[in-house]
């Protein structure tokens, strides 16, 4: 099953869950991964179901990178916020590394997170 991650800093959430109530039925027949809050966030706000993660400062992007090492990550919708520095900066840095060496394909914006949707609801659809 196609398996799609979605990670979203403090500011960016609201844009993450207009993003899956757009994208509800695309995402829906996925298996869903989310880090600690915005996995809360979206299964509170939408009917998606959400594997969650522990939240990003307390090591759920990494927990995350290790599922794309192991080849288990399809894609990830990361909205992150450009403006604000984190704590957990290795572990975002991480992840987007790890996801480069593996080739998963990681949105880090709005218009990128509907491309790559786009992409896998085409892929389905096949
Ligand atoms: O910090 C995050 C990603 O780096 C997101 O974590 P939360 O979803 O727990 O807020």
Redesign the pocket.
């Known amino acids: 099953m196609t398996r799609v991650a979605l ?4 500011d960016e959430k609201p844009e993450m869950i207009d993003l899956v109530r757009e994208y509800e039925d695309v995402l829906s027949p996925f298996d869903l991964v ?6 809360k966030r979206i299964m509170e706000e939408t009917a998606l179901d959400i594997e969650r993660k522990q ?3 307390l090591g ?2 990494t927990q995350i990178g290790a599922e794309v090492a192991d080849d288990r990550m399809d894609a990830i919708v990361f909205l992150r916020d450009p403006l604000t520095a ?1 704590p ?1 900066e290795p ?2 840095s991480a992840l987007l590394r790890i996801c480069d060496v593996h080739d998963v394909p990681m949105a880090t914006t709005r218009t990128s997170a509907e491309y790559v949707l786009d992409g896998l609801a085409a892929d389905g659809s096949e």
Request: no cysteine; net charge negative; glycine share 26%.
């Open positions: 990670i979203a800093h403090d989310g880090t600690g809050t915005t996995g939240s990003g400062p759920g992007d984190q957990h572990d975002i």
